[in-house]
């Protein structure tokens, strides 16, 4: 069976300090990933996705960047952190089929930042 | 471009009480509805999803939905709730002619009281 982890569980950071958040997925071969933000009551918003190792797309503007060194490692970093980047981090990933995919969440990250 | 809209931010019931949880999407093309629930501090997981055929769609832990085209509408029903099911309800679309992004609502938070 498949497997999602994601580390740390949860972070606190000061203002301008790096920013490494790691997931991996096991049990899968090329599995479509995903970092999403949950911050309160915005729901979540979709960061990076990507279809393959270099192959990454983001989705909104902002101070952070998603790498894929491995086929099912995903790390998503930041070289300052803003209190802004505050929330819940959420990797997942899905089997690449198309949009009637269902989406596999790890646990999430919680980062402070402040 | 896709858009969900969940129309209530809270919902409270009493144990045993049925429960509706609404969505409405806004789309210029044909989507594929998910319902997704995150327990607290949690991942999401997959509770159902509507891709075509009968318009009435079971998930798990007793919950159904109905996808109504006209209305653009697809609300979450569970006839009986358990404390169990308190929990944080999002609702989500897939552009069925393109990749696996979903577009999520801003999620209705379900709490159970005894």
């Known amino acids: 069976s498949q497997t999602i982890h994601q580390w740390p569980a949860t972070l606190v950071q000061p203002v301008g300090s790096p920013l490494s958040l790691e997931c991996t997925v096991e049990?899968?071969?090329?599995?479509?990933l995903y970092w999403y933000r949950q911050a309160a009551g915005r729901g979540l918003q979709l960061l990076f996705y990507?279809?393959?190792?270099?192959?990454i797309s983001s989705e909104v503007p902002q101070n952070l960047s998603a790498s894929r060194p491995q086929d099912r490692q995903f790390i998503l970093s930041s070289k300052k952190l803003l209190l802004s980047d505050s929330g819940f981090y959420l990797c997942?990933?899905?089997?690449?089929?198309?949009?009637?995919?269902?989406?596999?969440f790890g646990p999430g990250t919680r980062l402070t930042v402040l | 471009a896709q858009s969900v809209t969940q129309l209530d931010s809270q919902v409270p019931v009493f144990e045993e009480a049925p429960v509706e949880l609404r969505c409405n999407y806004s789309?210029?093309?044909?989507?594929?509805l998910f319902w997704y629930v995150q327990y607290p501090n949690q991942g999401l997981q997959l509770l159902l999803k509507?891709?075509?055929?009968?318009?009435l769609v079971k998930g798990i832990n007793g919950f159904e939905a109905e996808f109504n085209k006209s209305q653009t509408s697809f609300h979450l029903r569970k006839p009986s709730v358990h404390i169990s099911d308190t929990a944080e309800y999002f609702c989500?679309?897939?552009?069925?002619?393109?990749?696996?992004?979903?577009?999520f609502g801003k999620g209705t938070k379900l709490t159970v009281n005894p």
């Open positions: 997942a990933w899905s089997r690449g089929q198309g949009s009637t995919d269902t989406q596999y």
């Open positions: 509507y891709l075509s055929g009968s318009t």
């Open positions: 989500a679309v897939s552009d069925q002619g393109g990749s696996e992004k979903l577009v």
């Open positions: 049990g899968t071969s090329n599995p479509n």
């Open positions: 990507s279809i393959g190792i270099d192959q």
């Open positions: 789309s210029s093309v044909s989507v594929y």
